[in-house]
Structures are given as C-alpha cells and as structure tokens.
C-alpha cells in the first residue's frame, strides 16, 4: 500500500499546527515554506483536513490554518482518511471466481480466504493509526528533535503569525 504524500504533508503540518498559540493562524505559504513543498498542492491536503474538520481556516492579512480540536481529540486515522477516504485499503475482486477448474455457478459460502486476511490487516491498522493522537506527535517530537531545531522552528513560525 502507498500512501498519498499528502498524508504524510498533512502530518507534519498538523504537528506545527499543535504548537500555535490560541487563536493564531498559519498561512499555507509559511506551511509549504518550512516544509519544502509546493503551496498549490500543500492546500488540497489541507482542504482536505478543513473539510473533515480537523483544521479550521480564516482569510486575510493574519489568515491561515489552525487545528480546529486539541491535539488529543485527533487521531493519524482522522488525518488519514481526511486524506485518503475511509475506503478499506484492500478490495476484493473475486479472480478465485475466475479458477478454470471451479463448476460455473459455484456459490461460495464465504467471503475469499486472502480477503478475510487483508481486511484483517486493514482493520488492525486503522486501529493502530486511532490509538496514536496529533499530541503523541508533538509529545515524539519534543524528544526526539533536538532542542534548538524544536525552538528554532517555533520561533521561525512564530514570526509569521
């Protein structure tokens, strides 16, 4: 499975976005700035985001995005599917149907072997991505990046707020 590269876009600004002062905005030039990414693009994803509710956005001169719950209360799935749908990552398409040695017309009894292990998988998954929160991001974060880069990256955008 690949993922979009906007989930991962969406992530990282979502970890940014946690760090805002309250009722302060960043504009998607400073996110695709810091990021390295082209802005047009960078703003699907977060239309994305705005859409399902997870950043809430404001126009004008101190416009911009901002998570619109805690960071507790979002988890990677929410980004996730924001993103890239709720659509089960596997889709069965029945080739066993296709078996030149099956009688036409056989009725399985239940769904295929190799689809029930997928979807397993999936769901497993997605479980693991609503267990992790954008403040389990931050809380990574602040331990692994080194404190300079962390402080000089919130000062950074800070200053553009």
């Keep these: 499975m690949v993922l979009k590269s906007q989930v991962e876009w969406a992530l990282h600004c979502c970890a940014i976005l ?15 700035e810091l990021h390295g990414l082209p802005k047009e693009y960078l703003s699907k994803a977060l239309q994305s985001l705005s859409q399902a509710g997870i950043v809430t956005s404001t126009l004008g001169p101190s416009g911009g995005y901002r998570l619109a719950k805690a960071p507790t209360d979002t988890s990677f799935l929410d980004v996730v599917e924001a993103i890239e749908g709720k659509q089960s990552t596997f889709v069965c398409t029945e080739i066993r149907k296709n078996n030149p040695c099956r009688k036409a017309g056989t009725r399985d009894g239940k769904s295929c072997a190799v689809a029930r292990v997928m979807w397993k998988a999936d769901q497993a998954w997605r479980a693991s991505l609503r267990e992790t929160t954008l403040a389990d991001l931050v809380e990574t974060l602040e331990d692994e990046v080194p404190a300079a880069v962390w402080k000089e990256t919130f000062a950074w955008v800070t200053a553009r707020i």
């Design 18 to 32: 946690a760090g805002l002062p309250v009722g302060k905005y960043l504009p998607t030039k400073d996110l695709a």
